[in-house]
C-alpha cells in the first residue's frame, strides 16, 4: 500500500531560525512529489512538482529537494507569513495518478 | 485569471438530507477533482473529472456522487448525509486529467447534525 508520512506534525520557529520538513513516502514507482501549502479555513495552495531524484525546485525562502525515499521542504529564515501547514503528496506511475497525501506539518514561525 | 470557485461556502443539514456543491475550475481547465478534508483522516481523494466522465474514484461509498458539465464547472452530490460527512469538500482543477499541477479552491464547510 502506497504510503506518504510527514514530519514532524508540528513545528515552532523562531523569525530567521532556518529549517527542514520531511515527507517520506512508499511507493511502487513515484510519477511526481507535490508541496502544498495551505493556510487555515483555505484550500491548498500548490508550491512545486519533484518528479524524479536529485531534482530540486526553488520558490522564495523555500527548497524542495527529491531522493528516492524523501522529500525535504527547507524554508530558509522564514518569516511569520510562513506559518501554514505544509502538504505533500505523491502520484504513482502506473496507476490511476490519484494523489495520495500527507497528514501535514502545521509549521509557525514567531516574530 | 480567476481562481477556483466552490459554492455554498459554509452548508449546515441534518442527518438523512442530501446536499449537492458546485465548483468552477480555472478558465481552460478541464479536470475537477474531488477531496474531502477531516482532522482524523486529511485529505482524500473522492473523485476526478474530465471531459465530462468521471476518470477515477476514491474509496468512498456510492452516497458520494459527482458530475461535470460541458463548461467543466462539477458538482458533487452525497445523499443520506451521515455524522462523518462533516468536513471540509475541496475542488481542484487542473488543465489535464492526472495533472501534476491542481489548484483548489476554497472548499464548502459542511457540517451535518
Known amino acids: 500500500e502506497d504510503q506518504v508520512t510527514q514530519s514532524p506534525e508540528a513545528l515552532r520557529l523562531q523569525e530567521g531560525e532556518s529549517s527542514s520538513l520531511n515527507c517520506s513516502y512508499t511507493v511502487s514507482g513515484l510519477r511526481g512529489l507535490f508541496w502544498y501549502r495551505q493556510d487555515p479555513g483555505k484550500g491548498p495552495e500548490f508550491l512545486f512538482t519533484l518528479y524524479s531524484a536529485g531534482e530540486e525546485k526553488e520558490k522564495e525562502r523555500l527548497k524542495a529537494t527529491l531522493t528516492k525515499k524523501e522529500s525535504f521542504l527547507h524554508i530558509t529564515a522564514p518569516k511569520p507569513e510562513d506559518s501554514a501547514t505544509y502538504l505533500c503528496a505523491v502520484q504513482v506511475s502506473g496507476g490511476s495518478y490519484i494523489p495520495t497525501f500527507g497528514r501535514g506539518t502545521s509549521l509557525i514561525v514567531h516574530p | 485569471k480567476a481562481g477556483v470557485t466552490q459554492t455554498p461556502r459554509y452548508l449546515i443539514k441534518t442527518r438523512g438530507q442530501q446536499v449537492t456543491l458546485s465548483c468552477s475550475p480555472i478558465?481552460?481547465?478541464?479536470?475537477v477533482s474531488w477531496y474531502q478534508q477531516t482532522p482524523g483522516q486529511g485529505l482524500q481523494f473522492l473523485f476526478e473529472y474530465f471531459s465530462e466522465t468521471q476518470r477515477n474514484k476514491g474509496n468512498f461509498p456510492g452516497r458520494f456522487s459527482g458530475r461535470q458539465f460541458s463548461n467543466s464547472r462539477s458538482e458533487m452530490n452525497v445523499s443520506t448525509l451521515e455524522l462523518g460527512d462533516s468536513a471540509l469538500y475541496l475542488c481542484?482543477?487542473?488543465?489535464?486529467?492526472?495533472?501534476?499541477?491542481?489548484?483548489f479552491g476554497p472548499g464548502t464547510r459542511l457540517t451535518v447534525t
Open positions: 478558465s481552460g481547465h478541464r479536470s
Open positions: 481542484a482543477s487542473s488543465l489535464v486529467a492526472g495533472g501534476h499541477e491542481q489548484y
